[in-house]
């Protein structure tokens, strides 16, 4: 399995900046997309941003102008970089990457962070 190791969740209040890292460790050949998702209580996880090995980027339209994706293809990392935060951004955030390892191509998730932002 290639295991997703996320960080930078935490409590900020409205307006505030987060920076939310994953990284994939293992006998990783390439990594596809990337991705962070959330799910808030009640709620379906829901897509935040993508982007491909290529660079390309989505974003929910929710979340436009205010997050940034980005990726270290060389680290196998995805960035997400939380700015103007609202409290309907609170919400367990989690990272997926579709990587080719010595397992095949899978799809993967993180464990998790959860991402509190208080009004």
């Known amino acids: 399995q290639v295991p997703l190791v996320e960080s930078g969740g935490g409590l900020v209040q409205a307006g505030g900046s987060l920076r939310l890292s994953c990284a994939a460790s293992g006998s990783i050949f390439s990594v596809n997309a990337m991705g962070w998702y959330r799910q808030a209580p009640g709620n379906q996880r829901e897509l935040v941003a993508t982007i491909t090995s290529g660079g390309n980027t989505n974003y929910a339209d929710s979340v436009k102008g205010r997050f940034t994706i980005s990726r270290d293809n060389a680290k196998n990392t995805a960035n997400l970089q939380m700015n103007s935060l609202k409290p309907e951004d609170t919400a367990v955030y989690y990272c997926?990457?579709?990587?080719?390892?010595?397992?095949?191509?899978?799809?993967?998730w993180g464990q998790g962070t959860q991402v509190t932002v208080s009004s």
């Open positions: 997926n990457m579709i990587v080719y390892s010595s397992f095949g191509l899978r799809n993967y």
